[in-house]
């Protein structure tokens, strides 16, 4: 079976640094997979690429046998890649609900006018993005919270409105960018059940995260990078037993 | 629209439909005519700084662009003044769209310095383009608007004209605000990058409120033009655009009520101060620090937060007083 998201011979330069040179690697349907490696290793580099922020000085990205490397983000939104960020980029001027609205915006089609005139079709799709938006908020357990500012919440329950936002997307592979950095070991913990629940609903979730017992958890397959290159790709038990990889992590 | 709008919305048309007859004297109603005129840009203004955080330093151009477009056509080539609104309407349209599509690539400081110059440019055609404009002394004898055969002659019948479409298009802009689209707006002035991932075409969405908020102030130039009946570059300069940006930050930049009240403020306060003479622009410019300094986000939500402090302190000191009871 083709796989969801297929990349083949990634490069990418920023001037003279090369930071991804030939990145090979799929990922498959319902599927969770980790990208793990140094600090400047390309793994947001790669992320960045993927969701359309910046484009590849070479190769190809396919989703669901379509090329999405000369797509812009939106676009790529819209045919089902989802993200989160490393710093988080929750809206701050909005309440928790209507951050989650925005998720929303790629599947639906309200233009000026029938903002404007409220027109009945507006109405009515106003209706299933509220309803959608509070499914999701209860998904990741923020129902209450609704009408708060994100800036009056802790930085997980922010992680978690990032979720639900890019869930609200409908998308079928979601990208978490190092979901638990900062976070306390119960939250982590929480986050990984959050994890799982998430390909429970049928999408696929590609990984970049720091901590590892969160990635041996949760993932079914690991890719390890390093300079900008793939050093070991597998399952989480291969990874731990690899040795270039031991050398990376432990120095040799 | 929640039901707060609502309410609100129903005290400012009641008091929109009662101010002439309250004020009664006809120089006031004319000032009241230029605060919805000048109205109609800042919430244009408001909808592309506040809402989506985009600059610019070009809308009294825009403003320029309008009455010169209507009076020119209605004065030298007969046309009616209805037609020039829509002439003006779309050309102020077009040029935003030819203006906007490169600057707005632009950020912060840049994107102001573009629309600055752009501003600076068309004001220095009002000057040269002596044998269409005027040049520097300008033209007059632009006539009124009328329906039917009832020309719009009064200060009093244009005032209601003039409010009855300010009042439209803030309900247009309410509206818009609470919409798909206008979650859009607010989301790319907090994030522009998480945005883009959660699917909204940002560069589509900034060009398109530059546009909505330029043909406002386009709009807002004709109804100018045809109420003063007489135009001269001085009035859209670059210190008219300053000026229209005070206007939106006194009232509150993320607030469309905002918008009026900080029109209003800036357009009814030197009225006052003409009682102070000399010393008027002293006591106006110490107003406006007063406000930038203690109330940075503004009037509207500046006072609403106030409010609401006072409210919930003294909720809980009821409760208190309660509990000790006990």
């Known amino acids: 079976m083709e796989p969801l998201l297929r ?96 998720g929303c915006h790629s599947w639906t089609e309200s233009g000026f006018f029938s903002c404007i005139f409220k027109t009945r079709k507006n109405r009515k799709e106003e209706k299933r993005i509220y309803s959608k938006a509070m499914q999701l908020l209860e998904f990741v357990g923020l129902s209450e919270k609704k009408s708060l500012f994100p800036s009056s919440l802790t930085f997980h329950q922010q992680r978690l409105v990032e979720i639900a936002r890019a869930l609200a997307t409908d998308p079928e592979l979601l990208l978490l960018d190092e979901p638990v950095a900062g976070l306390n070991t119960k939250e982590t913990i929480r986050m990984g059940e959050l994890i799982c629940r998430i390909k429970e609903r049928g999408i696929s979730v590609l990984l970049v995260e720091h901590d590892m017992d969160l990635v041996m958890d949760v993932s079914q397959e690991i890719v390890v990078l390093n300079s900008g290159k793939v050093i070991a790709e597998g399952t989480p038990r291969e990874i731990q037993n690899d040795e270039k990889v031991i050398a990376t992590y432990l120095g040799e | 629209m929640g039901r707060k709008n609502l309410y609100a919305m129903v005290v400012l048309t009641g008091v929109v439909l009662l101010l002439p007859y309250l004020i009664g004297n006809p120089y006031y109603v004319g000032v009241l ?41 209605s004065t030298r080539f007969g046309l009616s003044p209805w037609l020039g609104m829509v002439a003006a309407i779309f050309l102020t349209g077009g040029v935003a769209f030819v203006i906007g599509a490169p600057a707005l690539k632009l950020k912060g400081h840049y994107l102001a310095m573009a629309t600055l110059a752009f501003g600076e440019i068309i004001y220095i055609i009002f000057n040269q383009w002596i044998a269409c404009t005027g040049g520097p002394s300008g033209f007059g004898e632009i006539p009124r608007f009328s329906i039917g055969g009832f020309s719009l002659e009064s200060d009093f019948s244009y005032y209601y004209f003039v409010w009855g479409i300010v009042l439209f298009v803030f309900l247009a802009s309410l509206n818009l605000v609470h919409s798909r689209i206008g979650r859009a707006l607010r989301s790319i002035r907090d994030s522009e990058v998480a945005a883009r991932c959660m ?11 530059f546009v909505f908020s330029a043909t406002l102030a386009g ?46 403020i800036l357009t009814i306060l030197p009225e006052y101060l003409r009682a102070f003479e000399d010393y008027d622009i002293l006591i106006y410019g110490s107003v406006l620090l007063g406000i930038m300094i203690f109330l940075p986000e503004g009037l509207v939500i500046g006072i609403f937060n106030i409010l609401k402090e006072k409210i919930s302190s003294t909720g809980a000191l009821e409760e208190r007083t309660l509990t000790a009871g006990k």
């Not at chain 1, 190769?59 to 939104?77: A, M, S």
């Open chain 2, 219 to 264: 709009l807002a130039g004709s109804l100018y033009a045809h109420f003063v009946t007489f135009l001269s570059p001085g009035s859209f300069s670059v210190m008219f655009s300053i000026i229209l940006l005070t206007m939106v930050a006194v009232g509150g930049m993320a607030n469309i009520w905002g918008a009026i009240i900080g029109t209003a």
């Open chain 2, 33 to 73: 005519v230029f605060l919805g005129i000048y109205s109609l840009i800042t919430i244009g203004l408001c909808l592309l700084i506040g809402y989506t955080g985009q600059i610019s330093l070009g809308h009294a151009a825009f403003f320029g662009l309008g009455a010169y477009t209507s009076g020119i056509l």
């Open chain 1, 7 to 102: 990349i083949r011979g990634l490069r990418k330069e920023f001037g003279g640094i090369v930071a991804l040179q030939g990145i090979d690697f799929s990922i498959k349907s319902n599927y969770i997979k980790a990208i793990i490696g140094p600090n400047g290793a390309g793994k947001t580099t790669i992320f960045n690429i993927i969701s359309g922020i910046y484009f590849p000085s070479k190769g190809y990205v396919w989703f669901k046998e379509e090329r999405i490397d000369n797509l812009t983000p939106h676009e790529i939104t819209a045919r089902g890649i989802s993200r989160t960020f490393q710093n988080v980029q929750v809206f701050n001027n909005m309440s928790v609900l209507e951050n989650v609205m925005v």
């Open chain 2, 199 to 209: 699917g909204v075409n940002t560069s589509s969405y900034k060009l398109k409120i």
